[in-house]
């Protein structure tokens, strides 16, 4: 039986789960800071997975699917391809980054998860938000890009 999957759907899911992404990170800096340890790292984790699966929908979706190109205006091109263009330098170097942190967090090594961290947040943050601001400009503010 030759089975078909339909990918249509998974843009819409991977920015859903960027967006979810952003939301448990922002709770999860609020608990650490409302020094509420153990809701920190249920939602950092939460945070965690999220991205991932975000990571494995995003592959899947390449992997099997065509390029969806930028179809707005050429006023637009400039500032969403800078957009783009950060995003995808930052996402390389959230990966190691997000590791590092949570194994020194699982460590126990709380004085460097720390130091680490204060990169790692305001990184993943912003790949999480410029993931859905992507989205936006590709599927809804200026779609019909495939190509």
């Given at each position: 039986m030759d089975t078909m999957i339909d990918f249509s759907l998974l843009p819409k899911l991977n920015a859903l789960l960027n967006g979810v992404a952003a939301v448990l990170l922002v709770c999860g800096y609020a608990a650490i800071r409302a020094r509420r340890i153990?809701?920190?790292?249920?939602?950092?984790?939460?945070a965690f997975v999220t991205s991932a699966l975000f990571l494995v929908s995003y592959s899947?979706?390449?992997?099997?699917?065509?390029?969806?190109?930028?179809?707005?205006?050429?006023?637009?091109?400039?500032?969403?391809?800078?957009?783009?263009?950060?995003?995808?330098?930052?996402?390389?170097?959230?990966?190691?980054?997000?590791?590092?942190?949570?194994?020194?967090?699982?460590?126990?090594?709380?004085?460097?998860?720390?130091?680490?961290?204060?990169?790692?947040?305001?990184?993943w943050l912003y790949v999480s938000v410029t993931g859905v601001l992507v989205y936006l400009v590709l599927y809804v503010i200026f779609p019909g890009g495939e190509g």
């Open positions: 153990g809701l920190h790292r249920a939602v950092m984790s939460s899947v979706y390449h992997y099997g699917s065509l390029h969806t190109a930028y179809s707005g205006p050429a006023w637009a091109a400039v500032p969403y391809y800078a957009l783009l263009t950060s995003h995808i330098v930052l996402a390389v170097a959230l990966v190691p980054l997000a590791l590092i942190t949570l194994a020194r967090a699982l460590r126990g090594d709380f004085a460097r998860h720390r130091r680490i961290a204060r990169w790692t947040l305001p990184v």
